[in-house]
């Protein structure tokens, strides 16, 4: 009995464990199956595997890619005619590297765009010429493009419908089709009229932060600035005026005037403002076709300018990109380049799925993109809020003087010149340039004050201004994620997607 007993124990502690290992596995198989969220499903005979709600910049480059790649895309746009608009007519030389890291490089090219080499600046009768940097880091020609915006957009889609896996319809999508907690499609009217459903794993989001995007802006007046290549930014009162060849015949005029001051379009108030309070702000050699637009009877338009910080959706199998998903004060033209951003890192990351059906995996792809996308679209955001509030003019001393500091430190030539006109053309977007830049211009500024000998108003003015300076920056900060911001393995993350994406 002595010398059974240790192969009875044996025995019954095997059947033990193998009772043990089946009871496990089937009850893993039950979760899984209890689990229809995270299952990969079948997907309907004739199904994309994306759908795309807009096709703008954002949503044609983005078919083009995942056609590329070898996806079904279908497109839904609302009017597949040339958009006429007044934003997203300028591409800064990172928009362009990116395009080409996409293989769109030749849709800026045969309409009529414009080169931009950097800006010209003027204040107070003052003026720079500022260029952008020949950075031997800098894989791509250092200079942007300037073009009317529905003429790029048309580019983009003829790029995206001439691969065969792509379907582009004209459409308005009327909602998202859901079902526990997950998209699964769209139900839309067709040209045609007929309302009808359409379905995909993963629908994306990207008809911009307006439903109608047909603004009647465009003006037949032949107009040629002087040196073309430069985009003229004017600090002028209350905000800045910015005006930019965006055909070898139009001219576009930009500025900024806050809400409650706005004079009326209609019965001729705004066109006086622009003559009587504007024009004189605008230097000499701008001022005879800027008086031109006006006398000529151009179409003046008034659109806001939005910022919204980007947030996850909280919906499994759709992701929001572009202007409905992110926004930044529009002064430093960089949308369309985070959309294009944007586009690199998601293709990158859904490129090892071969099914996009399993939602939690996609939702997985949807929080890595979040963290990745945020070296370079936080800097450009904090960037762009941060130089609109530097251009507002005001009668407080510390405020202007970080104004003149501005303008100083762009002008001034070498590595503070070549550093800003870096991260303004998405060149460079790297946090901890934009915080070494941002903190030089501040410095800048209170040497200013304080010169040529400290003064106790100087000292307080001083003391002011670096207050503002970080009530300008830190906030910014904060809501974008310092931590993601500055972190070694998301900056890495950034890059690699970037480079891994230019080898296929």
């Not at 108030?269 to 637009?293: C, D, H, S, W």
């Not at 040529?452 to 300076?469: A, E, K, N, Q, Y």
Request: aromatic share 8%; hydrophobic share 40%.
């Amino acid at each position: 009995m002595d010398l059974a007993f240790p192969h009875v124990f044996l025995w019954t502690l095997l059947a033990f464990l193998l009772t043990w290992t089946v009871f496990y596995v089937n009850n893993r198989r039950k979760k899984v199956a209890k689990l229809p969220d995270a299952a990969t499903e079948v997907r309907r005979d004739g199904d994309a595997d994306v759908i795309i709600v807009g096709a703008g910049v954002g949503g044609s480059a983005l078919a083009y890619a995942l056609a590329k790649d070898g996806r079904r895309v279908h497109v839904i746009e609302r009017d597949m005619r040339e958009p006429v608009r007044m934003m997203g007519e300028f591409m800064q030389p990172g928009g362009r590297l990116l395009l080409s890291k996409l293989g769109l490089e030749d849709s800026l090219e045969g309409i009529d765009e414009q080169i931009a080499t950097g800006l010209a600046v003027y204040k107070d009768g003052q003026k720079a010429l500022v260029s952008f940097p020949e950075d031997n880091d800098f894989p791509y020609e250092p200079t942007g493009r300037a073009f009317y915006n529905g003429r790029f957009v048309q580019r983009l889609r003829q790029k995206a419908s001439s691969l065969p896996t792509v379907q582009l319809e004209e459409g308005t999508v009327k909602s998202l089709i859901e079902e526990k907690g997950v998209i699964k499609g769209v139900t839309y009217k067709n040209s045609a009229g007929e309302e009808t459903t359409a379905f995909a794993p993963l629908t994306v989001v990207c008809d911009g932060c307006y439903s109608n995007l047909r603004r009647s802006v465009n003006d037949n007046n032949n107009c040629q600035l002087e040196d073309p290549e430069k985009l003229k930014l004017i600090m002028s009162k209350p905000s800045f005026t910015m005006l930019y060849q965006i055909s070898s015949t139009d001219v576009r005029c930009v500025m900024e005037i806050f809400p409650g001051n706005i004079p009326s379009i209609s019965n001729g108030e705004m066109a006086a403002y622009l003559k009587n309070t504007m024009a004189p702000q605008v230097p000499p050699e701008l001022r005879k076709i800027f008086l031109k637009g006006i006398d000529e009877g151009a179409q003046i338009k008034a659109m806001p300018t939005k910022r919204m910080e980007a947030t996850l959706s909280e919906k499994q199998g759709v992701i929001v990109l572009g202007d409905a998903f992110n926004m930044r004060h529009p002064a430093i033209a960089s949308g369309m380049m985070v959309v294009l951003s944007d586009i690199l890192i998601l293709r990158r990351l859904l490129q090892p799925l071969r099914n996009l059906s399993d939602a939690n995996k996609i939702s997985e792809v949807i929080k890595s993109f979040y963290v990745i996308r945020k070296p370079m679209s936080a800097t450009v955001n904090t960037l762009g809020n941060a130089f609109s509030q530097v251009l507002i003019a005001s009668t407080d001393e510390a405020k202007e003087a970080m104004r003149q500091g501005c303008f100083d430190y762009l002008s001034s030539g070498g590595f503070r010149t070549s550093g800003m006109m870096a991260l303004l053309g998405g060149m460079n977007p790297r946090p901890l340039s934009l915080i070494f830049h941002l903190c030089g211009i501040t410095l800048s500024s209170i040497g200013q004050l304080l010169s040529p000998f400290p003064s106790p108003l100087g000292i307080w003015h001083s003391l002011r201004l670096f207050g503002l300076s970080m009530k300008m920056l830190v906030p910014h900060l904060k809501a974008e994620g310092v931590s993601q911001m500055l972190s070694p393995a998301y900056a890495a993350a950034y890059r690699k997607s970037h480079m891994a994406t230019t080898a296929l």
